[in-house]
């Protein structure tokens, strides 16, 4: 359903599977938010639980509405969401310095002489404020401290490390497609090359 709506907005291209697929990445990337707001909005606090079926978004069907609804109210879910909520607390958002620019597009300007930045200071770049020594947040001042300690500790050492191995010692291996502190601009197979 979604798809057919998305194909009337007729956007002209003649690859149906690249398409397709930037729909299906859209999609997964901003349902959970959708689903966020439509139960923020219709159910929690708003009105008592038993009204919830009573009041399906305009855009909802009925039947889909209480299914979520369903869903929503099992007691396995509630936890899940709860336990979310806290982990969510405890790690903070990262919060990314380039603007409307996509992060790797920044990362392809950050190259300098045709050498590709490490990890560490594509990181750096992206997460410091214009005044270039502030970081817009918390988590990431924290990261790159980490770093940044990891690489002289191995320098002090003699230990022979890679900036990207620090880098992945420190946030850990990509997860769901993603290199944390990156966006989703910038893939595992992106940056495969400079873990090796």
């Not at 439509?38 to 009041?55: A, S």
């Not at 369903?70 to 007691?75: G, I, T, V």
Request: proline share 5%.
């Amino acid at each position: 359903m979604l798809y057919e709506l998305y194909k009337e907005a007729q956007f002209e291209t003649d690859d149906l599977v690249l398409e397709r697929e930037v729909f299906d990445e859209h999609v997964k990337r901003h349902y959970p938010d959708w689903m966020w707001h439509l139960r923020e909005q219709n159910v929690t606090n708003k009105i008592p639980q038993d009204e919830w079926y009573k009041h399906p978004p305009d855009d909802v069907t009925p039947t889909i509405w209480k299914e979520m609804c369903n869903k929503w109210n099992n007691r396995k879910w509630k936890e899940k969401s709860d336990r979310n909520k806290t982990n969510g607390k405890e790690n903070q958002a990262i919060i990314a310095t380039t603007g409307s620019v996509p992060m790797a597009k920044r990362r392809k300007e950050l190259e300098k002489n045709g050498c590709e930045p490490s990890l560490i200071e594509c990181f750096r770049s992206m997460h410091m404020k214009k005044d270039g020594v502030t970081f817009a947040s918390e988590n990431a001042q924290k990261l790159y401290e980490k770093m940044d300690a990891r690489k002289s500790e191995v320098a002090s050492q003699g230990e022979i490390v890679t900036d990207s191995q620090i880098f992945f010692e420190v946030t850990r291996p990509p997860t769901r497609g993603r290199v944390l502190g990156m966006g989703a601009g910038v893939k595992p197979k992106d940056v495969e090359k400079s873990i090796n």
